[in-house]
């Protein structure tokens, strides 16, 4: 079982930007695939980005697509997601995920799962 420490959430007004980090540890981190999802009181979690272990194809929510960019160095054990033109609705927990090898964009497909850190997009 992989651990998964998210960090890097925080207060920043709409239009503004943040870099989540996952710190990966107890793992063989460059077979795993990684991802982000937020969730907001009273909603499902919801895919926001994934990468696979050699940092192929690179899934996005169409909702992020072109503003949030996931990305990893496996020399770290370290995962990133660069957050801009943040929108107040993207106001959430984000949780960093990891499963083997090839990302997906359910919830159901990763098998390890960090504490989550809160992101408030402020209007």
């Known amino acids: 079982q992989v651990q998964l420490v998210e960090s890097g959430g925080g207060l920043v007004q709409a239009g503004g930007s943040l870099r989540l980090s996952c710190l990966v540890s107890?793992?063989?981190?460059?077979?795993?695939?990684m991802g982000w999802f937020r969730q907001t009181p009273g909603k499902e979690r919801e895919f926001v980005a994934a990468?696979?272990?050699?940092?192929?194809?690179?899934l996005y929510a169409d909702s992020v697509k072109g503003r949030f960019e996931i990305f990893r160095d496996n020399i770290k054990n370290m995962v990133y997601l660069q957050m801009d033109s943040l929108k107040p609705e993207e106001t959430a927990v984000y949780y960093c995920?990891?499963?083997?090898?090839?990302?997906?964009?359910?919830?159901?497909?990763?098998?390890?799962w960090g504490q989550g850190t809160q992101v408030t997009v402020s209007s």
């Open positions: 990468i696979g272990w050699s940092s192929s194809g690179p």
């Open positions: 107890g793992g063989i981190f460059s077979n795993l695939a």
């Open positions: 995920a990891a499963r083997w090898f090839r990302p997906a964009m359910t919830t159901d497909a990763y098998d390890n």
